[in-house]
Every structure is written in structure tokens, then in C-alpha cells.
């Protein structure tokens, strides 16, 4: 659980910080676990569910 937070939102670890997925490709996050990726970057997100064996629930949203 931690491992995943970590890897998509970033942490702070003493005076370093740490990026997660959502903030290198400026994402979105909307709550403790929605958060939302440009379609570009959307193979990254899923592989980091992958690698962990979580199944996310994915909706695709349109912001114009």
C-alpha cells in the first residue's frame, strides 16, 4: 500500500523529496486514491499497477 502511494504521488524522506508518477508527468490528484494522468503517460501508470498485481479502476475523462 505504501509501496504504491510512494511510487504515484511521491514522498519526503528528511529535507529530499521525492517525485511520484503524478508529478513528473503532471497529473491530478483528486482525493487519497483518484488521480488523473495525460493519455500520453497512460502506459507508465498501468505498468506500475502491473508490476505491483493491483487492478485499478480506470475511467477515461475528456478535459477541454
Same mark, same amino acid.
Given at each position: 500500500? %505504501?509501496n504504491?502511494?510512494?511510487k504515484?504521488f ?6 529530499? &523529496?521525492y517525485?511520484g508518477?503524478v508529478? =513528473? %508527468?503532471?497529473g491530478?490528484?483528486?482525493g487519497r486514491g483518484?488521480f488523473?494522468?495525460p493519455? &500520453?503517460?497512460y502506459?507508465?501508470?498501468? =505498468?506500475?499497477?502491473?508490476d505491483?498485481?493491483i487492478t485499478?479502476q480506470?475511467t ?5
Amino acid at each position: 500500500r %505504501v509501496n504504491i502511494h510512494r511510487k504515484l504521488f511521491g514522498y519526503k524522506l528528511g529535507k529530499r &523529496e521525492y517525485k511520484g508518477l503524478v508529478q =513528473k %508527468v503532471n497529473g491530478i490528484k483528486y482525493g487519497r486514491g483518484a488521480f488523473c494522468v495525460p493519455i &500520453e503517460h497512460y502506459k507508465e501508470t498501468l =505498468k506500475i499497477f502491473r508490476d505491483l498485481r493491483i487492478t485499478p479502476q480506470i475511467t477515461e475523462i475528456w478535459i477541454g
